[in-house]
């Protein structure tokens, strides 16, 4: 699995569906984002790659989420939050 295998479309529809603050597993464990990686959410990586996209969305000219802290080893991982 690589970064370019994860739909930004769907990231950004399942980040509209979270709460104000949430945490990247809450992302990649929702129902929107399995359906629509179905092929790779057993992989290794899955969680981790969906950590540095959301990374990636958060630098954007227009982010639709803000990077809040990396967890603290937090079993659920990094802390977000939107910004819509």
Same mark, same amino acid.
């Given at each position: 699995?690589?970064?370019? $295998?994860?739909? +930004?479309?769907? %990231?950004?529809?399942?980040? =509209? @569906?979270? !709460? *104000? +603050? &949430?945490?990247? *597993? $809450? %992302?990649? +464990?929702?129902?929107?984002?399995?359906?629509?990686?179905?092929? &790779? +959410?057993?992989? #290794?990586?899955?969680?981790?790659? %969906?950590? *540095? &996209?959301?990374?990636?969305?958060?630098?954007?000219?227009? !982010?639709?989420? @803000?990077?809040?802290?990396? =967890? =603290?080893?937090?079993?659920?991982? #990094?802390?977000? #939050?939107?910004?819509?």
């Amino acid at each position: 699995m690589r970064l370019t $295998d994860i739909s +930004e479309l769907t %990231v950004r529809d399942t980040i =509209g @569906r979270m !709460p *104000k +603050e &949430f945490r990247t *597993k $809450d %992302v990649s +464990e929702h129902p929107l984002m399995r359906q629509g990686h179905r092929q &790779f +959410e057993r992989e #290794a990586s899955y969680h981790a790659l %969906v950590g *540095k &996209f959301l990374r990636r969305l958060s630098l954007g000219l227009t !982010p639709p989420i @803000r990077y809040l802290s990396d =967890g =603290g080893g937090h079993p659920r991982g #990094a802390l977000w #939050a939107r910004t819509g």
